[in-house]
């Protein structure tokens, strides 16, 4: 069966500090990788995809094939930032499947 | 635009009823695909629409069905509710099947009494 797994539930950090979330998935093909987003009262937005490289909001992932992970990271996390994060990948020919691991609630201090 | 749009909102039903969702795409998205999020859990995937056909399916049983229609629109109905059903039902839309970007709708709580 495909999994993902992202670790920690919850995730403190002060401001400025570096954060990273933690997902890892099973391994199944070349799955696509994405990170979604969503922060009080806002719908479940699309945040990243590995397949285009990009950082948005200052976060990047790096996709490690052999230990099937796809940790976002962020060098200095802003109080914005505080949200929920699911790592979900797409596997094969799934088009709209994504499969969401239990979310990360981040939380920025100032 | 107004993006994905769901109804109801909010809803209450008993064990053994049956239950109608809504959802309308995104302007200029084709696709639909819907998931159930149950109270601490990330999204699951229930089923996905295309050109009126469901492409895609989750690990749902067949009490779980949908529709989808010429503009687009979709429908999610689940029959003989049971207490489980009770959850955020996610409406979500992309361009194409293959859209890399799916756009969520606010969701549909259910609450199965």
């Known amino acids: 069966a495909q999994r993902v797994t992202q670790p920690e539930k919850l995730l403190s950090v002060f401001k400025g500090a570096p954060v990273e979330l933690k997902c890892n998935y099973s391994?199944?093909?070349?799955?696509?990788l994405f990170w979604y987003v969503q922060y009080s009262r806002q719908r479940l937005q699309l945040l990243l995809r590995?397949?285009s490289r990009e950082s948005i909001k200052g976060f990047t992932a790096d996709l490690n094939k052999g230990e099937t992970s796809f940790h976002l990271k962020k060098p200095f996390a802003q109080e914005e930032d505080s949200a929920m994060y699911y790592c979900?990948?797409?596997?094969?020919?799934?088009?709209?499947?994504?499969?969401f691991g239990q979310g990360t609630i981040l939380t920025v201090h100032p | 635009d107004a993006g994905v749009t769901q109804s109801p909102t909010h809803l209450i039903k008993t064990r053994g009823q049956q239950v109608t969702l809504r959802c309308s795409p995104k302007?200029?998205?084709?696709?639909v695909s819907w998931y159930q999020q149950a109270l601490g859990q990330g999204p699951q995937f229930i089923f996905q629409?295309?050109?009126?056909?469901?492409?895609q399916r989750g690990n749902f049983p067949d009490r779980f069905s949908g529709h989808q229609f010429p503009n687009y629109s979709s429908e999610l109905n689940v029959n003989a509710l049971l207490l489980g059903d009770s959850a955020l039902y996610l409406c979500?839309?992309?361009?194409?099947?293959?859209?890399?970007?799916?756009?969520f709708g606010e969701g549909s709580r259910l609450t199965v009494l």
């Open positions: 979500a839309s992309s361009r194409g099947q293959g859209g890399r970007e799916l756009f």
């Open positions: 391994y199944s093909g070349s799955p696509e």
């Open positions: 590995h397949i």
């Open positions: 979900a990948p797409r596997y094969g020919t799934s088009y709209g499947k994504l499969t």
């Open positions: 302007s200029g998205h084709d696709t």
């Open positions: 629409y295309y050109e009126e056909e469901e492409r």
